[in-house]
């Protein structure tokens, strides 16, 4: 039975010729393809077909007539985009919200990542731990029991109420705030373990040369380990921007009416007004308005080591 698994896994690597190492990349690459890029260009055919009543609830874009192929493309879905107000207001107000949201978990995350870092090798683990503990609960139950907390009758108003801080509550729930609020307790252990990889492996000889020099400690920091942990800010900012562009859940539960988010942009389109057409082109704007500066990005930092060697 062993050598059966053993002869089933390693078939494609003598059927195809391939090398353990590029057997070994195949696998994730494989698995993006599957489900990452075809269910992708699904949703880009589906952008350019046109609505219709039935099932599915979008035309074909290709039909077959007197002998010939015929292909239709519908572009007025992305030409609403650029003409509607709304759309372009959700598209800045999402980008400037995640934005925010990952200003903030820098701000906080940095000093945990740093602390964790510094700290004794000994409970390193367990601080990690703490901080990936959020993870072994739902984030669905997570983010509604920050409604428990904000609600004008919840614990954190009747706690300052309770001390006398205030009068009267104070209205966090359903505003821009408790979005915030739950963005960044949601996506800070995003930033905080890619940063934490990165500083844990910094030469401390470094920092002791620094300070043989004179060096103060702000600007040893300054100078010295804030550079050598930029990639792992760049990867925990990248971690939380992302997802948070596209955040449904936190904008539905904790945002208002006037929290303009994307997410839910295209649910509404997609489940509320059956606009399957309408709601693939919002996808296809914002995936093409995050990867076009990111690949452009990751150009430019692949261009900035080559220069460094």
Not at 20 to 26: C, D, G, I, N
Not at 124 to 134: E, I, K, S, T, Y
Not at 284 to 292: E, K, P, S
Request: net charge neutral.
């Amino acid at each position: 039975m062993t050598r059966l698994f053993h002869s089933l896994a390693t078939w494609p690597v003598r059927r195809f010729n391939l090398t353990s190492r590029t057997a070994v990349v195949a696998g994730p690459f494989i698995w993006l393809l599957l489900f990452f890029l075809v269910p992708f260009l699904l949703v880009v055919k589906i952008s350019f077909a046109d609505l219709q009543l039935g099932i599915p609830p979008y035309t074909q874009l290709t039909t077959f007539a007197d002998g010939a192929l015929h292909i239709t493309l519908d572009l007025s879905h992305y030409a609403f985009l650029l003409t509607d107000s709304l759309y372009f207001a959700t598209y800045v107000s999402s980008v400037v919200i995640a934005a925010i949201s990952t200003f903030l978990c820098l701000l906080i995350g940095y000093p945990m990542a740093y602390y964790i870092a510094r700290s004794n090798p000994k409970n390193r683990n367990l601080l990690m731990m703490a901080v990936m503990l959020p993870f072994w609960t739902s984030f669905l139950m997570r983010v509604y029991a920050w409604i428990g907390i904000l609600k004008n009758n919840g614990l954190l108003n009747n706690f300052l109420m309770s001390i006398g801080l205030i009068h009267s509550p104070i209205e966090l729930y359903h505003t821009t705030i408790a979005v915030y609020i739950g963005m960044v307790y949601s996506y800070l252990p995003f930033l905080v373990m890619p940063l934490y990889a990165h500083l844990v492996k910094m030469d401390m000889t470094l920092l002791e040369a620094a300070y043989d020099l004179g060096a103060k400690p702000w600007k040893a920091f300054w100078q010295i380990t804030f550079p050598l942990s930029k990639n792992g800010i760049i990867a925990g900012c990248l971690l939380v921007f992302i997802p948070a562009v596209g955040e449904y859940v936190i904008p539905e539960l904790l945002g208002g009416a006037d929290t303009l988010m994307i997410g839910r942009v295209m649910w509404n389109e997609f489940f509320d007004n059956a606009d399957w057409p309408m709601a693939s082109a919002v996808t296809c704007a914002m995936v093409l308005l995050l990867l076009v500066p990111m690949a452009f990005f990751q150009r430019a930092q692949a261009k900035a080591m080559e220069e460094r060697r």
